[in-house]
């Protein structure tokens, strides 16, 4: 805690707000001098575990100016350090540097105009619009009304927010590399023939018309309920380890995206019979079940817009078929033959990455599963 507040109204502070435990030891530093700074590192240094640490800001001056490292990695180490007396530039110092040192991101906090400094050396910025002027609310990045919105602001907010960005680019990318993986199993089935399997109204309607609010439906998805992240904070480290977005996660839809692209091009070829327009018909059609079937599957919390999205663009994909003569051929599309060749295209593409998704979800259950097992 970064205050200009004297040394006791700054440890009666933090006691209130719980940043210092009850019967948790306060060591204070105080020091004009480095040899002064060296003792008063080398005594904090023995309880600083297990303590919390007081330091005024001129003895904070002198430490960042002569023991810098030191200073940090014992302040690291304690549970809470309160740092009094400071000024706004001291403030923006110690953000700066504890960054630097750390490698981590910092987010600061404040209410004042004292604090603008500080909000703005942080990587993440937050203000409070309070009795002290909306200096820090205009200044930050994100503006609240009370401190103890930041909970909601973290462990809600921001890890939805999070996890929602994760999976909305990975579908994003999973939905460019389908439809490129087809394109060029096509080509080399045809001896590299630069010819386009979909073109026109095809390729701008999968985009938009058909895939683009189921996918963009994810963004209203939640793993968990709100009461469950604040019973469980445990649940953000995840997102500070990267989980949801990853080199594995990436590699993850790689795979996918080609075993998919590559079974409905492969079997359409297979199941098609003499015409060429039957081939886009059957593997486009495949195409977007798929995608629509993998929105399905990642879907954990079920709100009435995603229901609307998915049947709403099954219901214009099927009267586009009507509709664009062209690429379609009506006569095919009302066989059993076609329902059956698309039917088993879809299942085989679809099927075995949705085994292997519930295989791997009971043999190791994310954090969010292990939470809602246990309530």
Same mark, same amino acid.
């Given at each position: 805690?970064? =205050?200009?507040?004297? /040394?006791? =109204?700054?440890?009666?502070?933090? %006691?209130?707000?719980?940043?210092? !435990?009850?019967? $948790?030891?306060?060591?204070?530093? &105080?020091?004009? /001098?480095?040899? !002064?700074?060296?003792?008063?590192?080398d005594n904090a240094s023995k309880y600083a575990?297990?303590?919390?640490?007081?330091?005024?800001?001129? *003895?904070? $001056?002198v430490l960042l100016d002569t023991f810098p490292i030191e200073f940090l990695e014992i302040a690291c180490t304690a549970p809470s350090v309160i740092c009094c007396r400071c000024s706004p530039t001291q403030k923006a110092q110690v953000v700066t540097q504890m960054k630097e040192f750390t490698g981590k991101r910092c987010l600061a906090i404040g209410d004042g105009g004292n604090d603008v400094s500080m909000i703005q050396a942080a990587n993440v910025g937050v203000g409070i619009v309070g009795k002290e002027g909306q200096q820090a609310a205009m200044s930050a990045d994100f503006s609240i009304t009370q401190f103890s919105y930041l909970a909601y602001l973290l462990l809600w907010h921001g890890r939805n927010s @999070?996890?929602?960005?994760? *999976?909305? *680019? $990975?579908?994003?990318?999973?939905?460019?590399?389908?439809?490129?993986?087809? &394109?060029?199993?096509f080509c080399a089935l045809y001896f590299y023939v630069a010819v386009p399997i979909y073109t026109g109204w095809l390729l701008v309607g999968y985009t938009t018309v058909y895939t683009m609010l189921p996918v963009f439906s994810?963004?209203?998805? =939640?793993?968990?309920?709100? &009461?469950?992240?604040?019973? @469980?904070?445990?649940? @953000?480290?995840?997102l500070q380890m990267g989980k949801p977005l990853s080199i594995k996660t990436f590699f993850l839809w790689v795979l996918l995206s080609i075993y998919q692209g590559s079974v409905i091009m492969i079997l359409g070829m297979l199941l098609f019979s003499d015409n060429f327009i039957n081939v886009?018909?059957?593997?486009?059609?495949?195409?977007?079940?798929?995608?629509?079937? /993998?929105?399905? %599957?990642?879907?954990?919390?079920?709100?009435?817009?995603m229901v609307y999205s998915l049947l709403g663009s099954a219901l214009l994909y099927i009267i586009s078929i009507f509709a664009l003569t062209t690429y379609f051929d009506i006569t095919f599309v009302l066989t059993i033959e076609f329902i059956w060749?698309?039917?088993?295209? =879809?299942a085989v593409a679809c099927i075995p990455p949705a085994l292997i998704q519930f295989a791997a979800r009971k043999l190791n259950p994310g954090e969010h599963l292990k939470v809602a097992s246990n309530n």
């Open positions: 805690m970064l =205050t200009g507040d004297k /040394n006791e =109204t700054a440890a009666c502070i933090g %006691l209130s707000t719980r940043l210092v !435990e009850r019967g $948790q030891k306060i060591i204070t530093i &105080q020091c004009t /001098n480095r040899r !002064e700074a060296a003792v008063s590192l575990s297990t303590s919390c640490l007081l330091i005024d800001g001129p *003895s904070l $001056q @999070y996890k929602r960005s994760a *999976s909305l *680019s $990975q579908f994003i990318m999973h939905r460019g590399m389908i439809i490129s993986i087809i &394109q060029a199993v994810l963004v209203l998805d =939640t793993d968990v309920s709100k &009461q469950t992240t604040f019973i @469980y904070p445990e649940l @953000y480290r995840a886009v018909s059957i593997t486009f059609t495949a195409l977007i079940l798929c995608e629509l079937f /993998n929105v399905v %599957l990642s879907i954990k919390t079920w709100v009435k817009f060749k698309v039917a088993f295209i =879809t």
